[in-house]
């Protein structure tokens, strides 16, 4: 590792990504064998590769992510919802769901809290809940962190990637706020491996990436002192 870092594996903070459109089975059949190979925490999906990533990884350790009113957040509660319990049905263990901005911004916080609050009561699973920071004030981010800790989030997550990236500062506030509470996913953006170290240094528990086996292979070469 680089020698201005501590020796962390990053591989098991890692949500591998595959969140194109685009995105075809033989492509998930290669994600979650990426997974497994690596011991990344989990596959993060569009809610229709659902199935068969559960089927691909069932009884080894990657967790199945589903993304849940992706990536606009504006969906309605009954479509969240039934997309979480669908897709936890499918074999997801874990949601991505992002929060209604505009509600946010609204000052409607009782919607956005009962909107969080049903998806996490009625699918039992770990709900991280993406509060995409890069469009909020400072106080907004304390404030959808609170409402989402509330509802029953396991994590705060930063982003979707589709409106900017995970920062150092955002991870830290979220830190702040969390108070060891909840988890950090940091997504958006990652790229290198001091991205993802610095990010991890700020208190992220989890790093959601599409660049998973580039920064496997940075690791490595640093590892070899390429």
Known sequence: MAADYPDIDIA???DHALLMPTATSEQVEQWCEEAYRFDFAAVCLYPTHVKLAAELLHGKNPKVCAVIGFPSGATTPGVKLYEAQEAVENGASELDVVINLGWLKAGKTEQVHREIAEICEATGQTVKVILETNLLT?????LAAELSMDAGAAFLKTSTGWNGGATVADVRLLKEVARERVGIKASGGIRTVNQA??????GATRLGTSSSIDLIRQ?????KGE
């Open 12 to 14: 098991p903070f890692i």
């Open 138 to 142: 400072d106080a907004e981010k304390k």
């Open 197 to 202: 170290l610095d990010l991890i240094l700020a």
């Open 219 to 223: 690791r490595d070469n640093l590892e």
